[in-house]
């Protein structure tokens, strides 16, 4: 059996990480890595991944 995973890179303008689906967080219809990029850094800079400089 093979798993189908497929991997989008994230939503966010500025990131450039690249996320699974089945992990991302889904908002607006859109894929991203993590709280910070779906709510379009609101609350704060960067993302979960280290290094990350995205900020929306
Ligand atoms: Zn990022
Ligand atoms: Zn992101
Ligand atoms: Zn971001």
Same mark, same amino acid.
């Given at each position: !059996?093979?798993? *189908? /995973?497929?991997?989008?890179? #994230?939503? #966010? *303008?500025?990131?450039?990480?690249? /996320?699974?689906?089945? @992990? &991302?967080?889904? &908002?607006?219809?859109? !894929?991203? #890595?993590?709280?910070?990029? &779906? @709510? ?9 991944? &280290? ?6």
């Amino acid at each position: !059996m093979s798993v *189908n /995973v497929e991997m989008v890179k #994230c939503a #966010c *303008n500025d990131c450039v990480c690249i /996320v699974s689906t089945g @992990n &991302a967080v889904e &908002a607006d219809g859109r !894929m991203f #890595c993590g709280e910070n990029c &779906a @709510n379009h850094h609101q609350q704060s800079v960067g993302c979960e991944h &280290a290094g990350c400089p995205c900020h929306g």
